[in-house]
């Protein structure tokens, strides 16, 4: 059974920084992609970012442009998500996901998804 498992979410100050990291397990993600999306109460998943199978290429929401850093370990089966200079806006759910089928920043594209892990940015 594919899990994956997000954790490193937290309350942080504005202008802080926190490291999401998801591991999957079940099955190897190393030849397919695998991103981070966020969502707040009575909105819509949004892309947040994604990186290639081989770690590559990397793809990011222009919200996030700059401040993020996606990452992964296909020798762990993990990606993260380095985040910096932090934001009130930045409070949401991140989730993490896997093996997309077309269309990186849809959400309803990716096949496997965790539990979500929540990050509180304080003004």
């Known amino acids: 059974q594919v899990q994956l498992v997000e954790s490193g979410g937290g309350l942080v100050q504005a202008g802080g920084s926190l490291r999401l990291s998801c591991a999957a397990s079940g099955r190897t993600f190393s030849l397919d992609p695998m991103g981070w999306f966020r969502q707040a109460p009575g909105k819509e998943r949004e892309f947040v970012a994604a990186i290639s199978g081989s770690g590559t290429s990397t793809f990011y929401a222009d919200s996030v442009k700059g401040r993020f850093t996606i990452a992964r370990d296909n020798a762990k089966n993990t990606v993260y998500l380095q985040m910096n200079s932090l934001k009130p806006e930045d409070t949401e759910v991140y989730y993490c996901?896997?093996?997309?089928?077309?269309?990186?920043?849809?959400?309803?594209?990716?096949?496997?998804w965790g539990q979500g892990t929540q990050v509180t940015v304080s003004s």
């Open positions: 996901a896997a093996d997309p089928r077309v269309g990186l920043r849809q959400w309803n594209q990716w096949r496997y």
